[in-house]
């Protein structure tokens, strides 16, 4: 597959910080990262980001693709954008009916509550959306928040571009090419993740709050962490599709912050798309890209 410049940024003015001693050669790097590209045959945007110090690999990363679940991130940002504005609150009670409930999709609650007559607090469906990829919970927040055009008209009013949410779960459900009208740009959700992570979109104990959710989830453990030391500490959210009649798998996604040695952080986007191999094949090079940064930053 061919390549898109790769854009470096060291102590770039994007990211005004103090410069931290970083890895020595980046051509090598890059190079072990095509060969992982290359290996699969698919559309793979990489996006790392110094969140405590500057540097940058960018590798594809102005291209869309389609995010899945990665993008219940920024509703989640937004849901709690607005408990910070006193609209919502994580306590109170969200009642969904019977019927607004899919049983033939990806959702623990179901398995919870097999009632379907659900009583839940906002905090318990950002839970579930977040830590358990619940896509009834995803769609009840959309509902609760006023749909996906609100959550867009956020991401815009923050100055994020390169990020696109179109359509709910359900309307995904409908057919295959929905799911790429939710697209997002690799260097666009690197940079959610950095405002994120410096307290510039929530306050301290809403920021505190999704990334613990993010932490301690359920997401697939052998994408972004498959290959990282045991203990690593990977806040992130995963993203899968299924595959089209043709076999090809439109999207195996993880983003994440990952704490390296001496409580430094770095941001990874890693979007694997449009590919005919396994899912497995799919989690496997993100498993092996997030090593291959883990080594540059920390070797």
Known sequence: MRR???????????????????AKNKTTIIAKI???????????GIAVTGLD?????????NKHYPMQSVY???????????????????????????????????SPMVKDFPGGDINMTLRDLLTYAI?????????????????TAVVQKYLDGIGIKGINIAATEAEMKKAFEVQYSNWAEPVAMAH????????????????NLLMRLMTQSE???????GRLPPGTVVAHKTGTSGTSGHGIRAATNDIGIITLPGHRHIA???????????????????????KLVWDYYVQ
């Open 4 to 22: 898109e410049p790769v854009i470096l940024l060291v102590c770039a003015l994007f990211f005004p910080l103090v410069c931290f001693p970083v």
């Open 34 to 44: 095509d060969s992982v590209i290359n290996s699969l045959h698919a559309n793979i």
């Open 53 to 61: 110090f500057s540097d940058s690999i960018f590798i594809n990363a």
């Open 72 to 106: 219940k991130f920024p509703l989640a940002l937004f849901v709690l954008d607005k408990v910070d504005k006193g609209q919502l609150s994580l306590e109170m009670n969200v009642h969904t009916a019977r019927g607004l409930v899919d049983k033939d999709t990806w």
């Open 131 to 147: 830590s358990k990829s619940d896509n009834n919970a995803c769609d009840i927040l959309f509902r609760t928040v006023g749909g």
């Open 192 to 207: 959610l993740l950095k405002m994120f992570y410096d307290t510039r979109l929530l306050s301290k104990d809403n920021t």
């Open 219 to 225: 997401n697939p453990d052998d994408r972004i962490k």
């Open 268 to 290: 990874v986007v890693i979007f694997v798309s449009d590919y005919k191999a396994g899912l497995k094949q799919g989690e496997q090079a993100i498993a092996e890209i997030a």
